[in-house]
């Protein structure tokens, strides 16, 4: 009888636990969802620019500030706003400006956004003269890398060449390439689908 008794308060017990998980488990999940992803704003997010699905590491790469020898930083911890080319030619320059004026817009968020600039056959004393208006513009770093296997992440399709595609691109605290605009994109929504990254986003 007393075996039975026991069998029986264990399965009780068993039952208990199970209700209790059963009533927990959502309240735990919603939790984690909220604090440790970026799931709800993603959502509800309407982006202007072009996902980049999976999201590709690009590595952390080390920036150079063609004006300041001493600072050392790089893409991871920030948000990147990136321009490609070979040279800094005009449609360079154009996009330094835009990308200049999109990062200004972003107020008080500016401090977590980068602007950086990946020039291919461009040393950064070539490039210096023409960046003097544009301080705080960084360069990839390209001296230790394997530039054509880094360009290889940027190239979103088959028939794609980064150096030619005049694109911006996103790239995550985490050194992921996530998002993409082509040429001629409206800087506010290059604004606005940042904005609601940097709100979505408890890194960088």
């Given at each position: 009888?007393?075996?039975?008794?026991?069998?029986?308060?264990?399965?009780?017990?068993?039952?208990?636990?199970?209700?209790?998980?059963?009533?927990?488990?959502?309240?735990?999940?919603?939790?984690?969802?909220?604090?440790?992803?970026?799931?709800?704003?993603?959502?509800?997010?309407?982006?202007?620019?072009?996902?980049?699905?999976?999201?590709?590491?690009?590595?952390?790469?080390?920036?150079?500030?063609?004006?300041?020898?001493?600072?050392?930083?790089?893409?991871?911890?920030?948000?990147?706003?990136?321009?490609?080319?070979?040279?800094?030619?005009?449609?360079?320059?154009?996009?330094?400006?835009?990308?200049?004026?999109?990062?200004?817009s972003m107020d008080k968020h500016s401090l977590r956004v980068q602007k950086v600039l990946l020039l291919t056959n461009q040393a950064r004393n070539e490039v210096k003269e023409k960046l003097i208006k544009f301080k705080g513009q960084q360069i990839i770093n390209t001296d230790l890398i394997n530039v054509d296997k880094l360009l290889l992440k940027f190239r979103l399709n088959d028939a794609d060449d980064p150096l030619k595609a005049e694109r911006i691109y996103i790239i995550d605290p985490l050194g992921n390439l996530m998002m993409s605009y082509s040429p001629g994109v409206n800087p506010r929504d290059i604004h606005n689908d940042l904005k609601k990254l940097l709100r979505g986003s408890r890194i960088g």
């Open positions: 009888m007393s075996e039975d008794i026991k069998n029986i308060k264990k399965s009780n017990r068993l039952t208990i636990v199970m209700v209790v998980l059963m009533f927990v488990s959502p309240l735990i999940l919603s939790w984690y969802v909220f604090n440790y992803t970026d799931f709800i704003e993603m959502r509800g997010m309407s982006n202007k620019g072009d996902l980049v699905v999976p999201v590709r590491p690009v590595g952390d790469l080390a920036l150079i500030d063609p004006f300041n020898d001493q600072r050392k930083d790089s893409l991871y911890g920030e948000w990147n706003i990136v321009y490609i080319a070979d040279v800094c030619d005009q449609a360079c320059m154009d996009n330094i400006y835009l990308i200049r004026q999109i990062h200004a």
